[in-house]
């Protein structure tokens, strides 16, 4: 079965500093891909990036960076620069290539963007 | 397109009662989804359609839920006989087939079983 596991239920971080959040995953499959979700208070779930599990390099979009290690199983979140508006909860989640593309996620780790 | 749209946005009901979600997904988009979020959880996955097909289903769906996408349009999702353990936020999310990428998800139903 597929686990995603996010050990920091909460996390805070000042305004223009950076944060990690944490996040292992269990498969036993070769073939995968990696999300990470952000929902705002009372907002919708949107995607922040996303990482396929057969490319070495780590992605990054704008502010928001992974940390992909694969044989460790774990896939990290960092955002730079970090904004008031990155006040959420944010999902790691997880497809397996063969699953039929739904998501597993993870407990979810509350930020707090403090000014 | 304005997205993923749900209604209601919040259903009160009371125990033993039964409730209809419905969910329009972005209309080029053939595969759509189900989840539930508990308070404080991440969703779990229930259903997902591709076209008006129901091709997967999640222990989670107890015979009292039952979800349709009769045309491969919306989708409604039923629960009979309320029980207070299905207060819950349902999700619903959509996307094309051909890709592992995005899901896009719509803002939810907030479901509270009184």
């Known amino acids: 079965a597929q686990t995603v596991t996010q050990s920091q239920p909460e996390m805070s971080v000042q305004e223009a500093e950076t944060v990690t959040l944490s996040c292992t995953y269990d498969?036993?499959?070769?073939?995968?891909?990696l999300f990470w979700y952000k929902q705002p208070p009372s907002r919708q779930m949107i995607l922040v990036i996303r990482?396929?599990?057969?490319?070495?390099q780590n992605a990054t979009e704008n502010r928001f960076s992974v940390n992909f290690q694969k044989a460790a199983k774990s896939f990290s979140l960092k955002i730079s620069d970090s904004q008031l508006g990155d006040t959420a909860m944010y999902f790691c989640?997880?497809?397996?290539?063969?699953?039929?593309?739904?998501?597993?996620f993870g407990g979810g780790t509350r930020l707090m963007v403090k000014p | 397109d304005t997205g993923v749209s749900q209604n209601p946005r919040h259903k009160i009901t009371k125990r033993g009662q039964n409730v209809t979600f419905r969910c329009d997904p972005i209309?080029?988009?053939?595969?759509l989804y189900w989840y539930r979020q508990t308070l404080g959880q991440g969703p779990e996955f229930l259903t997902y359609?591709?076209?008006?097909?129901?091709?997967?289903k999640s222990r989670l769906l107890s015979d009292r839920f039952s979800a349709e996408r009769p045309k491969g349009s919306f989708s409604t999702l039923e629960i009979q006989r309320t029980e207070q353990g299905d207060s819950a936020m349902y999700l619903c999310?959509?996307?094309?087939?051909?890709?592992?990428?995005?899901?896009?998800f719509g803002p939810g139903t907030r479901l509270t079983v009184l």
């Open positions: 209309s080029e988009h053939n595969r």
């Open positions: 999310a959509s996307d094309l087939r051909g890709g592992i990428g995005e899901q896009f």
């Open positions: 989640a997880f497809i397996e290539n063969n699953a039929g593309n739904m998501l597993t």
């Open positions: 498969t036993s499959e070769n073939n995968y891909y």
């Open positions: 990482q396929e599990a057969y490319k070495q």
């Open positions: 359609f591709q076209n008006e097909a129901q091709l997967e």
